[in-house]
């Protein structure tokens, strides 16, 4: 799903076993 860059750092560091896609318009996607 997606998800504001806002929680980037956050769910980037707690999902850090799941592969994670950052895309250019400030949302990734997992």
């Given at each position: 799903?997606?998800?504001g860059?806002?929680?980037l750092s956050v769910?980037?560091?707690t999902r850090a076993?799941?592969?994670i896609t950052?895309?250019?318009h400030?949302?990734?996607s997992f």
């Open positions: 799903f997606m998800i860059t806002a929680d769910v980037g560091r076993g799941e592969e950052i895309m250019e400030g949302s990734f």
